[in-house]
């Protein structure tokens, strides 16, 4: 079970990579980022999103003295060290066990440099220990119901998500291999 909602696991992504954030500089990534569209983030999921964050102890607010254009004085956000571990114990877990095309496991993509790389490769090798369960159960199922033998409809319902988790079987691993051969852009952020 998932310790934090998508929107909470984002805003304490982006206050993390950011250092400190105000709504409108998370707002200004969601859009730039597109979580929008393939994470459900809406304005108003952003906000709301913060304040249960700052209930949960996970982020501290101060208002900047630092203006931009004619609103009120900016509200910016950081993370304490117990949203610090929250964030990591939930990039780790989605990397780990998150279900094919689940954008949970986006959402863990997204934040892939806020942990070390030997941890990164740690959670992929136990998605892929994972996905590999998950293709064990939906085959021994498909078998048992009669696998070439069913309907067409039926035989996708089965045959589709095993192609699915071939396809993410071969990105996890291609990841990995980037990661082991230290590619620049993840070296640079730790």
């Known amino acids: 079970m998932n310790t934090l909602s998508n929107v909470e696991f984002m805003l304490l992504q982006i206050i993390a990579e950011s250092g400190q954030a105000s709504g409108y500089d998370i707002k200004k990534l969601v859009d730039?980022?597109?979580?929008?569209?393939?994470?459900?983030?809406?304005?108003?999921?952003?906000?709301?999103?913060?304040?249960?964050?700052?209930?949960?102890?996970?982020?501290?607010?101060?208002?900047?003295?630092?203006?931009?254009?004619?609103?009120?004085?900016?509200?910016?956000?950081?993370?304490?060290?117990?949203?610090?571990?929250?964030?990591?114990?939930?990039?780790?877990?989605?990397?780990?066990?998150?279900?094919?095309?689940d954008n949970r496991f986006d959402l863990g993509l997204a934040a892939l440099t806020l942990i070390r790389k030997e941890e990164a490769i740690l959670a992929l090798r136990k998605r892929l220990d994972f996905l590999e369960q998950v293709s064990l159960r939906i085959r021994q199922k498909y078998e048992s119901q009669g696998s070439v033998n069913l309907p067409l409809n039926a035989r996708s319902l089965f045959l589709h998500p095993l192609s699915l988790i071939e396809g993410e079987q071969a990105f996890v691993v291609r990841l990995i291999n980037e990661l082991l051969e230290g590619t620049s852009e993840y070296e640079q952020n730790n």
């Open 32 to 101: 730039q980022r597109g979580y929008r569209s393939w994470a459900n983030i809406g304005t108003t999921s952003i906000y709301a999103g913060l304040k249960k964050l700052s209930n949960k102890g996970w982020i501290v607010h101060e208002v900047s003295d630092e203006k931009c254009g004619k609103g009120p004085m900016p509200t910016r956000y950081a993370l304490t060290e117990a949203g610090n571990l929250v964030l990591k114990h939930e990039i780790l877990d989605s990397l780990s066990f998150s279900r094919e095309r």
